[in-house]
């Protein structure tokens, strides 16, 4: 009788992860085409198509919605497995060259015709409602698209294509230099407002706009959501039991550091002298000295506790801040296009400010982070994160930081302003002088 092996199953289900997640995107691309057959003549689920009410659109296309999200990530899980495996080895593909032709052709022999098919099947779904919107609103039709891709969901062999794009138009401003671009950005301007499709491209350029803004705010909350969600349920469910297990195991040290321990001797030192002048001055009833040793004893055991929450909490803090760094790093990894869109959305607010607005940002942060008065702020800043890592204050280590790193700091600000901002806007960095002086 053949034993089980866990691990060989294990390795198996991995290695079919990219086939099984294809397949997933496959299914759900294959029912919004049926969709599009049943109830849309093949053509794209939009209201231009089809004699359907508003409620009867909206269900369609919240279905299309769903499923679209479906093959999205089904296809993130398919390249991000299929590039795993193909690096680590698990998945190889045997090459092979034919040997009755001249030319050497290049043979994938582990991908049979139909896992292509199924890609370029896909990718016309995505590609089609990614134009929808724009479509719906500029009155195109979407007949041969429709046609071109129940061609390419049913036929069995044919060569791949790939759709050709439309150039961009370029202006005068861009394409010539004899002239100063001022003038010529204003006869660009003229014949874009003579054209008739100008209507067209503004829509266009505004649904563009419409969508990569919220995109990019989506993603600037996730940026900032998800690292603070992961730290405080690592904090709480996973780091915090193991840590306040293991401290209790091995019966550590109350105190992480000699700083932490002179904070809370300083601490009993002032409850004792507190409770000494107010029994003194009539505040609190004549007592003993040993019923003040044991309010001092009292006091005592409560500090401890609390310095003793204190270090676990700074112990947490490590490992938490450590997943919290982990998890941003990951969604800038996995989600390059939306990084790319957050970077592009930045630059056009950044750029679009008028001058006087770009020389007061830049004027406020210089000052907060490289002024002559920002060493304080960087002193407290220092011993804040030094309180929350459990660290000692080192004040050698913060003093050299402070006489280091906002110089260095100062000084690419300065290349910034020379390097990029002096060649886009010149007139914001006179200003950014002028306000200076």
Do not use: C
């Not at 998945?91 to 139909?114: I, W």
């Not at 969508?211 to 996730?222: E, M, N, S, W």
């Amino acid at each position: 009788m053949q034993s089980f092996n866990p691990f060989g199953s294990v390795r198996q289900w991995l290695n079919q992860t990219p086939d099984r997640a294809l397949e997933q995107a496959y299914g759900a691309a294959l029912k919004i085409k049926q969709i599009e057959d049943n109830y849309f003549d093949g053509n794209a689920i939009a209201q231009g198509y089809g004699s359907y009410g508003e409620s009867a659109y909206s269900y369609f296309r919240s279905e299309v919605d769903r499923e679209l999200r479906r093959i999205r990530s089904r296809m993130r899980v398919f390249r991000a497995s299929n590039s795993f495996f193909n690096q680590d080895g698990t998945r190889e593909l045997e090459v092979q060259f034919s040997d009755d032709s001249n030319d050497n052709t290049l043979d994938l022999v582990d991908r049979p015709p139909a896992f292509f098919r199924k890609l370029q099947f896909i990718d016309a779904i995505l590609e089609r409602y990614d134009r929808a919107a724009t479509d719906e609103l500029i009155g195109k039709t979407d007949d041969q698209n429709g046609a071109a891709l129940a061609a390419t969901a049913q036929t069995a062999d044919g060569p791949l294509t790939r759709p050709n794009k439309k150039d961009k138009r370029e202006g005068l401003a861009d394409a010539s230099n004899v002239l100063p671009r001022s003038i010529l950005r204003t006869v660009d301007r003229v014949k874009q407002d003579l054209d008739p499709k100008a209507e067209v491209e503004v829509v266009r350029n505004f649904r563009s706009s419409k969508g990569k803004t919220k995109v990019a705010l989506r993603f600037l909350l996730l940026l900032v959501i998800v690292p603070l969600l992961t730290q405080q349920l690592t904090k709480n469910l996973l780091v915090g039991p193991i840590v306040d297990y293991g401290r209790t195991a091995t019966q550590a040290d109350v105190f992480l550091n000699d700083e932490l321990e002179e904070e809370a001797l300083h601490e009993l030192q002032r409850f004792e002298e507190k409770l000494r002048f107010e029994v003194f001055i009539g505040k609190l009833p004549p007592m003993t000295e040993f019923r003040i040793e044991e309010r001092v004893r009292e006091k005592a055991f409560d500090i401890e506790e609390e310095y003793r929450q204190r270090s676990a909490a700074a112990i947490k803090n490590v490992f938490a801040d450590i997943f919290a760094a982990l998890s941003f790093g990951l969604l800038l990894t996995l989600r390059k296009r939306e990084v790319a869109t957050l970077k592009s959305f930045m630059d056009e607010i950044v750029y679009g400010l008028s001058d006087s607005a770009k020389a007061f940002i830049i004027i406020l942060f210089t000052d907060i982070f490289v002024g002559f008065h920002s060493p304080h702020g960087w002193e407290i800043l220092l011993e804040g994160l030094a309180r929350h890592f459990g660290l000692p204050g080192n004040r050698d280590f913060i003093f050299l930081f402070i006489a280091t790193f906002p110089v260095i700091l100062d000084t690419v600000f300065k290349y910034w302003i020379f390097r990029y901002l002096n060649r886009i806007s010149p007139s914001a960095v006179a200003t950014y002088k002028n306000m200076n002086e």
